[in-house]
């Protein structure tokens, strides 16, 4: 009787959930994102198998310089992610979209900046006659708009009626890039460099042109400082383990693996980030609802406690995913990629990603909550972990995936292992 009970009262818990307008934009959110993967994916596959992976290597080594200037916009990216929501949850209207105004004049100066110097190095490798890495680096011009830019339209997308048309969005630039296909049978690697400048640009007018709240940009030096002491505790952190890392491991696997090495290794991070996209769709969703939620009740675990059915949900389907990319991708990659073969235990390893970031799901309340020591020790003990990992073993692809995951699994326990020593402390004083 108790276990009919249970069975009752999560069914009917799933029947509340379901009828929620949050489960209305997460199953369109989520739903465009499959098929954006799926569709994206199958482009990615096609053009790969036109592709050598010399040049995809070749072609990939440029976007290196391009992660680590994402720095840039650390400055205000993550105090925008977290205060544009938090306030509106507040009912300050007025205050968040002051708080947006100056967050874009600062994305706005950082992708004029970025755009002077691709142009600059292009034009230096068009005078030397390096054709090749001309358009290499004029297409990271493209890459760096829809970085910088491109990054803050994303935040500006909060409710769930803008969620669906950010997916709509999605969905017809994927749609586009698949035409554009053509390009890369055509040219190789001139074509591929086409194709992605297309497809960068098109993305960002997209979220442009359908903006659901267009401000002007605003330059409040004394706003901008107060923006930026909340991002950097967050961004640097953020970006030593993420952007700075990913750029590292390329360079590391360029340096002892040529270009064929990275290209091999590109193709495994593509096909990661196809599996990642139900898990990412979720990321970002549950980053506005739980910080919202912060906003109106400023209690960790109540956001926790709301949060917690969703989160298990994900979690399941992370688990199902990742044994389905277990089962599937050895003999795929054998019948309809066979020049990447060398990319399928990398592929295998990065899998588990999957269940780390849905098993991670509840631990965005620590950037709600704004926890800057606990989300840089955090980050601190990824990047360090990864490096460890890394100096020690050989310096092959393989390894690098594996020092990765080994990475976030750390900063995992450590995000748990707070929340957990946080809610012990709480309940003795309570107890006092």
Known sequence: LLKNNIFIAIIDKFRLIKKSPSFSSLAIFAGGNLFVAILGGLGGLIQANWLNPEVFGEFRKYSILTTYLSLGYCVVHDGLIRQYPYLLGKGDTKAALHIAGVAKWWYSFITILYISVFTVLSIIALLNQHYRAAIGWGAQITSSILMTYGAYLAVMYRTSANFKRLSFNNIISTVL??????????????????????????????????????????????ELRNLAKISLRFSVPGYLHSSALMASTNALILYFSGE???????????????????????NQIFYVKITTKY?????????????????????????ILTISLLLIISPFIHFVLPKYDASINIIQILSFSIILKGASLPLIVIGSALWYKTFTFGC??????????????????????????????????VGYGSLIWNYRRIKIANRI
């Open 295 to 319: 906003g109106e009740t400023e209690d960790v675990y109540k956001c926790l406690r709301y949060a917690r059915f969703p989160a298990l949900i994900g979690f399941l389907v992370s688990v």
């Open 380 to 413: 601190i003990v990824n990047f360090c972990f990864t490096l460890i990992i890394v100096i020690i073993s050989p310096k092959t692809p393989t390894m690098i995936a594996a020092a990765t995951i080994s990475g976030q699994f750390a900063e995992m326990c």
């Open 177 to 222: 890039g698949t035409f554009e296909l053509v390009f890369v049978k055509i040219w190789d690697y001139w074509g591929l460099a086409i194709r992605f400048i297309i497809l960068n640009l098109t993305s960002v007018w997209l979220n442009h042109h359908f903006l659901p709240v267009k401000v002007k940009a605003l330059f409040d030096y004394k």
């Open 260 to 282: 064929g090495g990275l290209g091999i290794f590109a193709m495994a991070v593509m096909i990661q980030g196809m599996a990642l996209t139900f898990t990412d769709a979720l």
